[in-house]
């Protein structure tokens, strides 16, 4: 399901549904919704990497006020109704780069039969599937950790980037990593929130870094919000980021950068300076 939001939005939950054909934006119970776009961005080539898509109203209302609707028996046709029309919406406000989805990991269903409806949209609005992110939200409790690994090898199977989001809130953690190695894994604010001034977060922090660079697995840095905290994930290798010191997100509309988050100073990833 799109990524609905900043860390702590919702990311709506899926069931199973035997009539997977019958999916559709239109049949989401008479929601109304729309989508706001935050950049993720790559500090080191000061680029926009990706968006992620957060419901919001069809004004803008908050995401609660939609997610407050959401129940047993509208929540799996809206959960397909928002992969269709994130990448839509991404597709007619002109993101070029990745676009990133999120689900819960409590959804049981069959990927491989419930994953058309996204296929469907992405073909529908040119949006090539290997731009598309999803994310399992690790914040959350985790019933059965195999199935979420399962779920997400389907998804990597079918040429999706995979990721964990709100690494090290939740329950899952290393031992989901130890059934799943994900594309990336989005480390959760808590460990970003003043990480430069706390040397317990900056243990944590270099701890998982370590791991994931033995795992192959890319870092991505959410919820930046000062540049000490930028500056620090910067100098340990992290290059994606994703947080209101670049940018707010975005409603109906491409995200856009704030030139002075970019660093002052360009570093490598290894904290030394570019030629």
Same mark, same amino acid.
């Given at each position: 399901?799109?990524?609905?939001?900043?860390?702590?939005?919702?990311?709506?939950?899926?069931?199973?549904?035997?009539?997977?054909?019958?999916?559709?934006?239109?049949?989401?119970?008479?929601?109304?919704?729309?989508? &706001?776009?935050?950049?993720?961005?790559?500090?080191?080539?000061?680029?926009?990497?990706?968006?992620?898509?957060?419901?919001?109203?069809?004004?803008?209302?908050? &995401?609660?006020?939609?997610?407050?609707?959401?129940?047993?028996?509208?929540?799996?046709?809206?959960?397909?109704?928002?992969?269709?029309?994130?990448?839509?919406?991404?597709?007619?406000?002109?993101?070029?780069?990745?676009?990133?989805?999120?689900?819960?990991?409590?959804?049981?269903?069959?990927?491989?039969?419930?994953?058309?409806?996204?296929?469907?949209?992405?073909?529908?609005?040119?949006?090539?599937?290997?731009?598309?992110?999803?994310?399992?939200?690790?914040?959350?409790?985790?019933?059965?950790?195999?199935?979420?690994?399962?779920?997400?090898?389907?998804?990597?199977?079918?040429g999706f980037t995979t990721?964990?989001?709100?690494?090290?809130?939740?329950?899952?953690?290393?031992?989901?990593?130890?059934?799943?190695?994900?594309?990336?894994?989005?480390?959760?604010? &808590?460990?970003?929130?003043?990480?430069?001034?706390?040397?317990?977060?900056?243990?944590?922090?270099?701890?998982?870094?370590?791991?994931?660079?033995?795992?192959?697995?890319?870092?991505?840095?959410?919820?930046v919000e000062t540049p000490?905290?930028?500056?620090?994930?910067?100098?340990?290798?992290?290059?994606?980021?994703?947080?209101?010191?670049?940018?707010?997100?975005?409603?109906?509309?491409?995200?856009?950068?704030?030139?002075?988050?970019?660093?002052?100073?360009?570093?490598?990833?290894?904290?030394?300076?570019?030629?």
């Amino acid at each position: 399901m799109p990524r609905l939001m900043h860390s702590s939005d919702f990311v709506p939950m899926m069931v199973i549904d035997p009539r997977c054909d019958s999916c559709g934006e239109t049949q989401a119970a008479a929601l109304q919704f729309s989508y &706001a776009y935050q950049p993720i961005v790559d500090v080191v080539r000061r680029q926009i990497w990706g968006h992620e898509a957060l419901v919001r109203g069809p004004a803008g209302e908050s &995401a609660y006020s939609v997610l407050s609707q959401v129940n047993d028996d509208n929540r799996y046709r809206f959960d397909q109704a928002c992969r269709v029309k994130a990448i839509k919406g991404a597709a007619q406000v002109g993101i070029e780069e990745r676009l990133s989805i999120n689900f819960l990991p409590n959804a049981i269903y069959k990927p491989e039969v419930c994953i058309r409806t996204t296929l469907t949209a992405a073909r529908a609005n040119g949006f090539p599937i290997s731009r598309i992110v999803f994310e399992a939200t690790e914040g959350e409790a985790v019933n059965d950790g195999q199935r979420l690994a399962e779920i997400l090898r389907e998804y990597k199977r079918t040429g999706f980037t995979t990721a964990i989001d709100d690494f090290g809130a939740g329950y899952a953690g290393l031992n989901l990593l130890a059934d799943f190695q994900p594309d990336i894994i989005k480390l959760d604010m &808590a460990l970003v929130r003043n990480v430069d001034k706390s040397k317990a977060r900056q243990a944590i922090a270099r701890g998982i870094l370590r791991m994931c660079g033995e795992l192959d697995i890319t870092v991505l840095a959410e919820g930046v919000e000062t540049p000490g905290e930028r500056d620090f994930y910067l100098a340990e290798g992290v290059a994606l980021m994703q947080g209101f010191l670049f940018s707010r997100p975005a409603f109906q509309a491409r995200g856009e950068v704030d030139p002075a988050a970019w660093p002052r100073e360009e570093l490598h990833p290894h904290g030394r300076r570019l030629a």
